[in-house]
């Protein structure tokens, strides 16, 4: 998996902030129909970012790239926000072509835009964790950073959704270790690769954007784009083309399998 470091300076200026935060108590209010339809599983022990009132189920721990839509599906993730620019704009263009997609935020911009988060989960998507703060070298780092970007990121996206768990972690720039898979898994997060990544994050033209989800897609049905991290506006030009196309070629959208 590519690693996503170009364009991502501004991740550098939060890192010193997600260091400092103290994990919090969250309520029994976070269960939510969300939270029920996690997968089977022994019930893991709880660790001390771990959410109150039980632990959520294990599932997989595997990378999934599956469309839970079958042959046809396809899968339409969105990473590095929630971006108060960028995100209401793809989300209009999901509404409008009728698409659900999976989320997967950041602590810090959840954190920061705790609305938007609402109104993804509002609007039908599914959310992924996608760690503090977009760390791509974590799985160089000890297993207590990793356990804390990624348990410290789930509580914060939980709290910013009103009780919404992450259904899925995605590691930043595809960055996992056998101790992130099992330790999200243990929190009912399924480990969520990517077969199409349009590199959006390059900026380099929609009309790029576009033919290289055209190209790829033989790969499989999971597609990578981004709604923050920078200017985005290619991707959501990219995403105007590449919906109604994906629809004409007779492709059912749904979400990754867990």
């Given at each position: 998996?590519?690693?996503?470091?170009?364009?991502?300076?501004?991740?550098?200026?939060?890192?010193?902030?997600?260091?400092?935060?103290?994990?919090?108590?969250?309520?029994?209010?976070?269960?939510?129909?969300?939270?029920?339809?996690?997968?089977?599983?022994?019930?893991?022990?709880?660790?001390?970012?771990?959410?109150?009132?039980?632990?959520?189920?294990?599932?997989?721990?595997?990378?999934?790239?599956?469309?839970?839509?079958?042959?046809?599906?396809?899968?339409?993730?969105?990473?590095?926000?929630?971006?108060?620019?960028?995100?209401?704009?793809?989300?209009?263009?999901?509404?409008?072509?009728?698409?659900?997609?999976?989320?997967?935020?950041?602590?810090?911009?959840?954190?920061?835009?705790?609305?938007?988060?609402?109104?993804?989960?509002?609007?039908?998507?599914?959310?992924?964790?996608?760690?503090?703060?977009?760390?791509?070298?974590m799985d160089k780092k000890s297993e207590a950073y990793?356990?804390?970007?990624?348990?410290?990121?789930?509580?914060?996206?939980?709290?910013?959704?009103?009780?919404?768990?992450?259904?899925?972690?995605?590691?930043?720039?595809?960055?996992?270790?056998?101790?992130?898979?099992?330790?999200?898994?243990?929190?009912?997060?399924?480990?969520?690769?990517?077969?199409?990544?349009?590199?959006?994050?390059?900026?380099?033209?929609?009309?790029?954007?576009?033919?290289?989800?055209?190209?790829?897609?033989?790969?499989?049905?999971?597609?990578?784009?981004?709604?923050?991290?920078?200017?985005?506006?290619?991707?959501?030009?990219?995403?105007?083309?590449?919906?109604?196309?994906?629809?004409?070629?007779?492709?059912?959208?749904?979400?990754?399998?867990?």
């Amino acid at each position: 998996m590519a690693r996503h470091g170009g364009g991502r300076g501004w991740y550098g200026k939060v890192v010193g902030a997600a260091l400092g935060v103290t994990v919090l108590a969250v309520g029994a209010s976070v269960w939510t129909a969300q939270a029920d339809s996690v997968g089977g599983g022994p019930t893991p022990r709880a660790s001390a970012s771990a959410t109150p009132g039980g632990a959520a189920k294990t599932v997989d721990i595997s990378i999934a790239h599956a469309s839970d839509a079958g042959p046809s599906g396809v899968n339409i993730t969105i990473d590095d926000g929630p971006d108060p620019a960028w995100t209401p704009q793809v989300l209009d263009l999901l509404e409008e072509y009728g698409v659900k997609a999976t989320f997967c935020m950041t602590g810090l911009q959840a954190e920061a835009h705790p609305d938007l988060v609402k109104d993804v989960v509002a609007a039908g998507h599914r959310l992924c964790d996608h760690t503090v703060s977009h760390d791509t070298t974590m799985d160089k780092k000890s297993e207590a950073y990793q356990s804390k970007e990624i348990l410290d990121a789930e509580r914060m996206i939980i709290e910013a959704s009103g009780g919404v768990r992450p259904m899925y972690y995605r590691a930043p720039g595809g960055a996992f270790t056998p101790y992130s898979r099992k330790l999200a898994a243990s929190h009912g997060m399924r480990p969520l690769g990517w077969n199409v990544d349009t590199k959006d994050f390059e900026r380099p033209g929609s009309d790029a954007i576009v033919a290289t989800v055209k190209r790829e897609l033989s790969n499989g049905p999971t597609i990578l784009f981004h709604d923050a991290g920078g200017d985005r506006s290619q991707t959501v030009e990219a995403l105007r083309q590449v919906l109604p196309w994906l629809k004409e070629q007779g492709r059912t959208f749904g979400f990754p399998v867990r």
